[in-house]
């Protein structure tokens, strides 16, 4: 019952704050993005590298994200054993709304860490909740920008995010602050609905092609190690900063 008042209490924080508004608002100078003159109605109307940035699912969302059937449907254990964990891992969990992988992950670093960023401060309210209820400490909230995502230097081994880059407002910016957070050899992993496949009945701006993903991590200096096809619907594409050796 607690949870179910709390949940419901940030839902109606929604009328009082909309990341996507704040997204379209915050246009900035940067040229790599373009303006469309018709956007699409699930777009912010920013075309970045040749697609267009889907509009943020909101923390009205938060019962997609914890829906029971995700499991069955998305096979997110499968995500979590394939990132290879090691105990002392410090893990950004990019977009974690409710800290749904953050909580799966954590458990497993028994000497490390997860870092959960969100730019939604309702977002981490309710992880905040479960991270209490759940007992599971080492779980770290960071309340990031739409360009930041307020993370040390050289202090990541594994930025994982999972159907959240397609919504980033400014992905140059966001990708190159997480580089700069990666540790040398770091990974980047992302977990995306597949583009490629017009079978999947997600909405066209919230899937992305390999294709398109490995252009713009190529952008920001990431080199593509695999993708791995495990998942029913989903690319889990894994990307390594280089070492400075090979830079």
């Known amino acids: 019952m607690k949870q179910l008042i709390l ?50 699912m909101g923390h009205t969302g938060v019962g997609w994200l914890e829906r029971s059937s995700r499991e ?13 964990l090691q105990a002392d891992d410090v893990v950004a969990d990019i977009g974690a709304g409710t800290g749904y992988f953050s909580f799966r992950m954590a458990p497993l670093l028994t000497e490390g860490k997860v870092l959960a960023v969100d730019i939604q401060p309702e977002m981490l309210d309710i ?9 599971i400490p080492n779980v770290e909230p960071i309340l990031a920008t739409l360009t930041n995502p307020n993370l040390p230097p050289d202090s990541v081994d594994l930025a994982l995010m999972v159907d959240a880059y397609h919504e980033f407002a400014y992905p140059q910016e966001v ?20 583009g490629e496949n017009p079978f999947i009945m997600i909405k066209r701006l919230h899937k992305m092609t390999q ?23 989903q690319h889990l594409m894994v990307f390594e900063k280089q070492t400075s050796n090979n830079s």
């Open 175 to 194: 990708m190159q602050g997480i580089v700069q957070a990666l540790k040398q050899g770091g990974r980047v992993v992302l977990v995306e609905y597949r």
């Open 7 to 56: 949940l419901t209490f940030l839902i109606l924080g929604s009328f009082f704050f909309n990341p996507t508004t704040a997204a379209i608002a915050d246009t900035g100078t940067n040229t790599v993005y373009k303006q469309l003159a018709h956007p699409s109605p699930d777009g912010i109307g920013k075309n970045y590298m040749g697609r267009e940035i889907a509009k943020v």
């Open 127 to 135: 992880l905040e909740f479960f991270k209490q209820e759940k007992n």
């Open 211 to 233: 294709k398109q993903v490995r252009k713009e991590m190529q952008a920001v200096g990431l080199v593509w190690r695999e993708t791995k096809n495990l998942l029913p619907q």
């Open 72 to 84: 069955g449907e998305e096979q997110p254990s499968k995500v979590v054993s394939a990132l290879n």
